[in-house]
């Protein structure tokens, strides 16, 4: 078994910024791609970002040259910096994760954090 623990989410104001993170821990033999997807009320969920164990990255168009996604392999953690936050950004933000455990690829959502962006 795999757990992803997410941390970072709150309340922050139009403009501000927040960091979230994700650690995987657990049956890890190798992590292939670990990525932040976002559920907003009545909407189903969508990608927000991505980064393989090679560093490429991709981002949903609305979030291009706001939000930056990076990855520490040696920690299996991911991170998202979020800059100029819209109130359309507010969601809850899950963390999600492809790998090997060792005996079969698998893939794993961690439990979510709630970003909210209001004044």
């Known amino acids: 078994q795999v757990q992803l623990v997410e941390s970072g989410g709150g309340l922050v104001q139009p403009g501000g910024s927040l960091r979230l993170s994700c650690a995987a821990s657990?049956?890890?033999?190798?992590?292939?791609?670990m990525g932040w997807y976002r559920q907003a009320p009545g909407r189903q969920r969508e990608l927000v970002a991505t980064i393989t164990s090679g560093g490429s990255t991709n981002y949903a168009d609305s979030v291009k040259g706001r939000f930056t996604i990076s990855r520490d392999n040696a920690k299996n953690t991911v991170y998202l910096r979020m800059n100029s936050l819209k109130p359309e950004d507010t969601a809850v933000y899950y963390c999600n994760t492809h790998l090997h455990d060792g005996l079969q690829p698998r893939a794993y959502w961690g439990q979510g954090t709630q970003v909210t962006v209001s004044s």
């Open positions: 657990g049956s890890i033999f190798s992590i292939y791609v």
